[in-house]
């Protein structure tokens, strides 16, 4: 069972800035990956997606204070968040496509005080 290993989130006031990451384990051609926010009380929503070829995607108000990146097509993906607001609270959680299967990670916290 493939385990995706997410690190990076935590309790920060509005305005500041975290890095998250995500590892999908082993040498394998991963199609796609990205993050989505599960907040309070809300259905899970993009925040932003990679796939293989370079494009991106951002979820709703995300572009211009998020940046998700791969380096070196790696098969470890970052997400970095300036300028947090509380609405970015929630769950974070990792996704990777191969060959047109998902594996999600089990989320990481992020709460953001105003």
């Known amino acids: 069972q493939v385990q995706l290993v997410e690190s990076g989130g935590g309790s920060v006031q509005a305005g500041d800035s975290l890095r998250l990451s995500c590892s999908h384990p082993g040498n394998i051609a991963i199609s796609g990956m990205g993050w989505y926010q599960k907040a309070p009380g809300k259905q899970r929503e993009l925040v932003a997606f990679?796939?293989?070829?370079?494009?991106?995607i951002y979820g709703i108000a995300r572009e211009g204070r998020f940046t998700i990146s791969r380096p070196n097509a790696e098969n470890t993906m970052y997400l970095q968040m300036n300028s947090l607001k509380p609405e970015d609270t929630g769950v974070y959680y990792c996704?990777?496509?191969?060959?047109?299967?998902?594996?999600w990670g089990q989320g990481t916290q992020v709460t953001v005080a105003s």
């Open positions: 996704k990777s496509s191969v060959a047109g299967q998902d594996y």
């Open positions: 990679m796939y293989s070829g370079g494009a991106v």
